[in-house]
T-cell receptor
Framework: TQLLEQSPQFLSIQEGENLTVYCNSSSVFSSLQWYRQEPGEGPVLLVTVVTGGEVKKLKRLTFQFGDARKDSSLHITAAQPGDTGLYLCAGYNYGQNFVFGPGTRLSVLP | ETGVTQTPRHLVMGMTNKKSLKCEQHLGHNAMYWYKQSAKKPLELMFVYSLEERVENNSVPSRFSPECPNSSHLFLHLHTLQPEDSALYLC????????????????FGEGSRLTVL
């Protein structure tokens, strides 16, 4: 059974701080996605990483896929209250279903 | 209209009621999914339809009955639910993953918040 773990589970920081959240597995994935979910809404796709070692940037967010394609990290620079939400990672392999982590709940205080 | 639309956004029902959740996608995808999201639990896959054929049923109780009349519409029929079925039900769509050539991306609706009394 493929599992994804995310850490930390909860994170509360002040506006302007930097943070990193992690997504780890013992399984290899063809690709990995990061989603952000705000209260009462569905998850919104932020990025997909495909190649081992790949780094993608989305404004203040930097996503990295591990060399072995088993793990990923999300780094946020100068966090803002609008970054508050549940960050979910999901692993995907061809022809199989998505595997979701439990999420990291981020709160950015003004 | 674009994206994935779910209705109703909120639903309160008694244990003896029958209701349905509706999902519509305007992305040209041919795979659709129902997920259940409960507090403090990872997303749970319930059903997958690819090209209108059910390809996954993750041991979901029969009180949940999916229907996929075409590649753009997905329903979840609810009957004699239990209070523990209260959750956020999320619909998602993607390209047909059985082709094995996609990177795999899900596009979610805003969810239907279900409360069973």
């Amino acid at each position: 059974t493929q599992l994804l773990e995310q850490s930390p589970q909860f994170l509360s920081i002040q506006e302007g701080e930097n943070l990193t959240v992690y997504c780890n597995s013992s399984s290899v994935f063809s690709s990995l996605q990061w989603y952000r979910q705000e209260p009462g809404e569905g998850p919104v796709l932020l990025v997909t990483v495909v190649t081992g070692g790949e780094v993608k940037k989305l404004k203040r967010l930097t996503f990295q896929f591990g060399d072995a394609r088993k793990d990923s990290s999300l780094h946020i620079t100068a966090a803002q209250p609008g970054d508050t939400g549940l960050y979910l990672c999901a692993g995907y392999n061809y022809g199989q279903n998505f595997v979701f982590g439990p999420g990291t709940r981020l709160s950015v205080l003004p | 209209e674009t994206g994935v639309t779910q209705t109703p956004r909120h639903l309160v029902m008694g244990m003896t009621n029958k209701k349905s959740l509706k999902c519509e996608q305007h992305l040209g995808h041919n795979a659709m999914y129902w997920y259940k999201q409960s507090a403090k639990k990872p997303l749970e896959l319930m059903f997958v339809y690819s090209l209108e054929e059910r390809v996954e049923n993750n041991s979901v109780p029969s009180r949940f009955s999916p229907e996929c009349p075409n590649s753009s519409h997905l329903f979840l029929h609810l009957h004699t639910l239990q209070p523990e079925d209260s959750a956020l039900y999320l619909c998602a769509s993607s390209q047909d993953l059985r082709r094995g050539e996609d990177t795999g991306e899900l596009f979610f609706g805003e969810g239907s918040r279900l409360t069973v009394l």
